[in-house]
């Protein structure tokens, strides 16, 4: 199994660029969450999805951030434009579902993606 | 407002000891899970054990255990026969319905 796969894993940028981050989450799971985690503010929840669509965004700091799941294998969190606070490291994580009980399963980390806005 | 505290920034541990780290939490929900997370410098988040909360037994993962106090809401590590690769940062977590929190993390150094 090839785990949950971020990509890039470092990214560097100018102030007022758009950034892309992307995630693929482990197959046969159904649920995705996108985490932000700085040395200030810890490691935060920005958004979940459950089967494709979007059930929590209250975590998404500013309407300058937005995520999509466009189908069950990729997930795109995309900052527009960005900031310098926005540098972090961004966690995707999957998990097998929330559905019904399914709420209480694992979730399985990517490797992050390390982002520094200049 | 619903928290995870861990208390200890920092703790450190003679390898083949043994260590506890503290977590503490709270919520209003009945019915939540508990996990403590690793990450090493490699920042890869790691589960290492997991708690449903509606259980009384304490969960155990080879070297790793749990000292589980719902009333008390705390949910405590504890990692025999340290290894060196156990060095990291360990994170408490819990999830709920329409939540998921982690504490501060507590950084772990083994000695050899």
């Known amino acids: 199994d090839a785990g949950v796969i971020q990509s890039p894993r470092h990214e560097v940028t100018e102030m007022g660029q758009e950034v892309t981050l992307r995630c693929k989450p482990i197959?046969?799971?159904?649920?995705l969450f996108w985490y932000r985690q700085t040395m200030m503010r810890g490691l935060e929840l920005l958004i979940y999805?459950?089967?494709?669509?979007?059930?929590?965004d209250s975590g998404m700091p500013e309407d300058r951030f937005s995520a999509k799941m466009p189908n069950a294998s990729f997930s795109t969190l995309k900052i527009q434009p960005s900031e310098p606070r926005d540098s972090a490291v961004y966690f995707c994580?999957?998990?097998?579902?929330?559905?019904?009980?399914?709420?209480?399963?694992?979730?399985?980390f990517g490797p992050g993606t390390r982002l520094l806005v200049l | 407002a619903q928290t995870v505290t861990q208390s200890q920034p920092e703790m450190s541990v003679q390898e083949a000891e043994t260590v506890t780290l503290s977590c503490t939490y709270d919520?209003?929900?009945?019915?939540?899970?508990l996990f403590w997370y690793k990450q090493p410098p490699s920042r890869q988040m790691i589960l290492v054990i997991r708690?449903?909360?509606?259980?009384?037994q304490n969960a155990t993962e080879n070297r790793f255990s749990v000292n589980f106090q719902k009333a008390a809401k705390s949910f405590s590590l504890k990692i025999s026969d340290s290894q060196l690769g156990d060095a990291a940062m360990y994170f408490c977590?819990?999830?709920?319905?329409?939540?998921?929190?982690f504490g501060a993390g507590t950084r772990l150094t083994v000695k050899p």
């Open positions: 994580a999957s998990s097998v579902g929330t559905s019904g009980r399914g709420w209480q399963e694992t979730q399985y």
């Open positions: 197959s046969g799971h159904n649920s």
């Open positions: 999805f459950n089967n494709n669509v979007p059930i929590d």
């Open positions: 919520t209003s929900e009945s019915d939540y899970y």
């Open positions: 708690q449903e909360a509606y259980k009384q």
């Open positions: 977590a819990y999830r709920t319905l329409n939540d998921m929190r």
